[in-house]
């Protein structure tokens, strides 16, 4: 599931009015949205057979996945470079030694998926045939870019929910339900709002008539705001699953739930 069809799984259903904050949840086994393209991945040089290669296109760690072909459309390759070298006996007197390098552009067809592949983040990239590669060959990939996607376990929008379940992450499951549940009802903060502190606000402390002070372990990490109650431990925090995880509300986020209305969701 991702942005481009979750709205196509509600279109059946239909408000009550008798209660005013149902909540549909559409459980699914992968939630997927387009995230633009990576940063610049490369490998190191290798022999001819050692293509094609696994290249992990994650850089810096952040944790998203590959697709093919990507959400957004188009290819999955945006744009890299192959580069190779010969050995040449005759070189240094007959020592031997590395020809010239020659180098040229990746093409779509150069890069795909290998099914077996062992992270989300990583992409296949075989040696063009305009590399004329032989036994002598060494190659190697520079500046690979492609098209990147966003992971979530789940995501709260228009008094709706999505949900991933994993069989494996049964427990992490139900904290999911609960922590999309606790965004519906404006937790940890209404996304955007912050405080001249740079800590973010609760929405009935800009709206409602009750003062509720900053939440003093919300932060947000480009995920909008959630909670740092012991590091990760709140079922409020970013994503799971964590170990030794409280598997509810902290302390912290409880009080803040006790002063929302719950007659009206988000």
Known sequence: MSDTNKAQFFTTFAAQGDKPNMIPVMVCDAQWDPAGNTKAARCPARRKNAFPVDID??????GFG?????LQ??????SGTWKARNWDDTLKGGKGGWGPTRSGPLAAGDVDINPARDSLTKVRVRLPDAANADHTTVAWIEDLIVAKANIYLGVSFNKRILAVYDPEEKVDFQNTIAHEVGHAYAQVMYPGAT???GRAVPVQARTGPLKVPEHPNARDRKQGNHCRHLVNMCVMYDSGPTKGSMNKFCPVCH???LVVDMSVTK
């Open 57 to 62: 296109a994650d850089v810096d760690g952040d």
């Open 66 to 70: 590959v697709l093919d072909p990507p």
């Open 73 to 78: 459309g188009g290819n999955l390759l945006i």
């Open 195 to 197: 405080s001249p502190h």
């Open 255 to 257: 009080p803040y739930l």
